[in-house]
C-alpha cells in the first residue's frame, strides 16, 4: 500500500512539472487568435523592421523603421519632445517619411511642432478638423511648422492607404470629423508582410464599434490600446474582433486618470492577450522579420 502511495506521489510530481511547463509555455509564447509558437521570433534572429512604442509618460508615440524609412505617430506632451527626438535619432533618423499626428491633443501632439522643425519630414497625416474646434496654441504651432517644413499635408479618411518602404498603413478611421477629438482619432492598421499593429488614437468604443462594422474581418497581431487603457475604450466585441496576441498600453505612471482602468485590464485578460504597459516596461520595441515577431522592452518583463 505504502508503495502504491509512493507512486501517486511521483505521478502527482510529474504532473505537476507537465503543468508547469505548459503554464510557462504559454507565458513566454501566449495563444489567442494562433498559435504564439508559430510566429515567435527567436532572439538570435535577424528582423528587417520594428515598432518603437516610447515611453512619453501619459501620451502616445510610437516610431516605425524599415531599412531606412521612418514613420512617427504622435510626440506625447511637449516635455518629452527632446527624448523622443533623441530616441528616433539613435536609430538612424535623419528624416521622417512621414509624420503622423492621431488628433490634436496635447499628449499626443503637444511636442510635434519642435519635431518638425528640429528633424523634418517629407509626409504629414492629420484628421481633418475644423479650426473651430481646435483652441490649443500647441496645435497652431504645429499646423504653422508643418507649412514651414514643406511636407506634403493630407487629411486622413478611411480607406486612405499609404506605403513607406515595405511597411502599409491604411486608415480605418475617421470616415468623418466633427467635435469630438477623441473620435475623430486616426485609427490605422500597420502592416509588414504578415505582421499587423492595430494604432487607435483615443477611439472610444462608438467608433471601435464602427470600425468592426466596416471591417468584420479586421484582425492584428499587436494593438496599441485606445485612450491609455480607458474605461471608454476596448470594448469587449472590438477586443473580441481584432483578436490580438498582444496589447500595448501607452500610459503614464501613478497618472491621475487611473489609467488603465481595471475594466479595460479585465477584458484583456479575458482574451488572453499578453499586455505591455510603458508606466512599468519602459520602451516597448516590437521587431519582426514579416513572418515572426518579438516583444522586448526596456525594463524587462
Known amino acids: 500500500m505504502a508503495k502504491r502511495k509512493g507512486?501517486?506521489?511521483?505521478?502527482?510530481v510529474i504532473t505537476f512539472i507537465i503543468a508547469a511547463v505548459i503554464v510557462i509555455s504559454g507565458y513566454l509564447y501566449?495563444?489567442?487568435?494562433g498559435d504564439k509558437t508559430d510566429i515567435y521570433l527567436p532572439s538570435n534572429s535577424d528582423f528587417t523592421a520594428s515598432v518603437h512604442f516610447i515611453d512619453v509618460g501619459q501620451g502616445d508615440s510610437a516610431l516605425f523603421v524599415n531599412n531606412g524609412h521612418y514613420v512617427l505617430i504622435d510626440s506625447g506632451e511637449s516635455e518629452y519632445a527632446d527624448k523622443v527626438e533623441e530616441y528616433?535619432?539613435?536609430l538612424g533618423v535623419e528624416k521622417f517619411d512621414c509624420i503622423m499626428v492621431s488628433h490634436p491633443h496635447s499628449d499626443h501632439a503637444g511636442g510635434m511642432a519642435d519635431i518638425v522643425r528640429d528633424i523634418g519630414c517629407d509626409n504629414i497625416i492629420i484628421p481633418d478638423i475644423d479650426a473651430q474646434y481646435i483652441t490649443s496654441s500647441f496645435y497652431e504651432d504645429f499646423i504653422d511648422a508643418a507649412a514651414e517644413s514643406g511636407a506634403d499635408i493630407y487629411y486622413a479618411y478611411a480607406g486612405d492607404k499609404y506605403t513607406y518602404g515595405d511597411m502599409n498603413f491604411e486608415i480605418l478611421s475617421p470616415k468623418e470629423t466633427g467635435k469630438d477629438l477623441n473620435n475623430d482619432s486616426i485609427v490605422t492598421l500597420f502592416t509588414y508582410s504578415d505582421i499587423s499593429v492595430l494604432m487607435t488614437g483615443?477611439?472610444?468604443k462608438r467608433i471601435e464599434k464602427q470600425i468592426i462594422n466596416d471591417y468584420p474581418a479586421l484582425k492584428c497581431d499587436v494593438?496599441?490600446?485606445g485612450h491609455h487603457g480607458s474605461s471608454t475604450s476596448s470594448c469587449s466585441d472590438f477586443i473580441k474582433t481584432v483578436s490580438?496576441?498582444?496589447a500595448v498600453i501607452s500610459v503614464g505612471e501613478n497618472n491621475k486618470y487611473s489609467h488603465p482602468s481595471e475594466l479595460t485590464l479585465k477584458t484583456l485578460e479575458e482574451n488572453n492577450i499578453t499586455v505591455y504597459r510603458t508606466d512599468y516596461d519602459g520602451n516597448?520595441?516590437?521587431?519582426t522579420n514579416g513572418k515572426q515577431y518579438r516583444i522586448e522592452t526596456e525594463?524587462?518583463?
Open 223 to 225: 494593438l496599441k490600446v
Open 88 to 90: 528616433c535619432r539613435s
Open 7 to 12: 507512486k501517486n506521489k511521483i505521478s502527482a
Open 30 to 33: 501566449p495563444k489567442t487568435a
Open 202 to 204: 483615443d477611439a472610444e
Open 299 to 301: 525594463k524587462g518583463k
Open 284 to 287: 516597448v520595441i516590437l521587431k
Open 244 to 246: 490580438p496576441e498582444c
